[in-house]
């Protein structure tokens, strides 16, 4: 078992407020963590401190360690402009930049200083392809970002994280918005890249976590409450919170 | 019983409102029936584009002052909005909040200040400086640009400012999670994002610039002629008006009005192009 993450005593606050109590966590390279539990749980916060987009928030602390092969990126010394092309994220709103779709998926790796026009448009290709996007938008790359569906949207931002050939993958629901079939192209789209990636999925929709994660963690309150694998999760949790939540007893 | 009822109110209201509009309206009135006769009567070309200005022997030309204004309008925009687009960038992307809340007020007193006091500063300081330092008489074209572009800066501050907030806060973090810095984000995205927003406040800027009157007398020198160098004494076309009004008669009295006419014109063309910039940003999501 090959281990991209191990996350150690994580504990995040916001001001006075603590969003997650120690977590401790291990993400499997090349599978699929799904992360479940109710709003408020500490999820996204989760998210946000594997690349420290957390840190934008004034008044943000972060105390533990991360370790992403072996290496602390939550220590000072990090680069956090390599870390966040090292793990991409896709957020729960799609927010195409506004400029043209081409623009869109190369805006990263442009600024990483790639201009080799030849080598853009076969980042471009292959990019939309992983996103299962290139087909319905191969014939108009320079329209606006902003001017294709909330579903193409979203494999946008996907493809534009694909893009940056990072090494893991944070989704933040992203099907949240989305109808079914848009939801199923990301879903399958998912379960390609995980060949590549190493993929965190945080999901409102435990359906989804169970349909196409292998492993699964619990959260509540801002605790990890239970992690195992999917099957396990959803079959025999260990703990009674997981159980009443996957059964929709909660609350 | 109500004292005025619900169509009281908003007959009042309109009222109210139009009297704003008729007052614009009966000021382009009046200045264009006293200012066109005589242009049409002397002949545009010889108006517009004629160097001569002396009203003792008739000659009516306002192109130096033309050239002033247009020369000072452009210096001031060359001082000021750098400064002033740099400045509401530092604010919105860079300051902490804290700082933002107590500075972006303090620039927008600047515009509280009278011009007169700009002005005075310009005489007894900029002046100065300007004598020893580069020659000439001071009071010239160099000081008017400064003292101008000092006076757009909260025009251009704070209207940069809000078109650079309303950027939404999602293009940002887009940008920031594909690992581009700070830097990166705001000249790639939020600036392009923004830019119809910057370029509205530029034109309102300019158009404060062109319509300055009393600081500009105060520092230009307001000799008539087409400005060699920057350290040349200017007269624009507001403070020909306002320094020549009070004795005007007759033709020359007309003149000053045509000039207004100008100057209205001129105005009226760069708000024009403001409030499309303007509505092009709200238009676009």
Known sequence: MNIKFKIENLSVYFGKEQFLNSVNLEVEANKILGIIGPSGSGKSTLLGALNRMNELEPYCRTEGTILMDGVDINSST?????????????????????MSIYENVVYGVRLSGVNDKKRLDELVEKSLSEAFLWNEVKDRLNLSGLR????????????????????????????????????????????????????????????QAARISDN?????????????????????????????YITGRFG | MKLVGEKGVQRILMITALSAISSLLLIALFIFSEGLPFIFKYGAGNFLLANEWDPNTGHFGIFPMIMSSVWVTLGAMVVGAPLGIAGAIFLSEYASPIIMKIVKPTIELLAAIPSVVYGFIGVMV????????????????????IILGIMILPTVISISI???????????EGSLALGATTWQTTH???????????????????????????????????????????LDSVRTLTANIALEMSYATG?????????????????????SIASVAIRNRNAKK
Do not use: W
């Open chain 2, 251 to 271: 033709m020359h009295r007309e003149a000053l009005f045509a000039t207004g006419v100008i100057l209205f014109i001129i105005i009226m063309i760069l708000n």
């Open chain 2, 162 to 172: 809000d078109s650079i907030l309303a950027v939404p806060r999602s293009y940002r």
């Open chain 1, 148 to 207: 294709i569906s909330g579903g193409q949207q979203q494999r946008l931002c996907l493809a534009r994280v694909l893009a940056m050939e990072p090494e893991a993958i944070l989704l933040d629901e992203p099907s949240s918005g989305l109808d079914p079939i848009s939801t199923s192209k990301i879903e399958d789209a998912l379960n390609q890249l995980k060949e590549k990636y190493t993929i965190v999925l945080v999901t409102n929709n435990t359906k």
């Open chain 2, 188 to 230: 790639m995205v939020t600036i392009k994002a923004a830019r119809s927003g910057i370029v509205a406040s530029i034109i309102l800027g300019l158009g404060r610039a062109i319509g300055e009157t009393m600081a500009v007398i105060m520092v230009a020198g307001n000799s008539v002629n087409i400005p060699n160098s920057a």
């Open chain 1, 78 to 98: 990090y680069n956090v402009i390599n870390l966040r092309k090292k793990v991409g994220i896709v957020f729960a709103m799609p927010v195409p930049l506004p």
């Open chain 2, 126 to 145: 900029l002046a100065p400086v300007i004598r020893n330092n580069l020659g000439g008489p001071g009071l010239s074209l160099l000081a008017g640009c």
């Open chain 1, 216 to 244: 699964t963690a619990y959260f509540l309150l801002g605790d990890m409450i239970e992690v195992g694998s999917t099957k396990q999760i959803f079959t025999a949790p260990l703990k009674k919170e997981t159980d009443d």
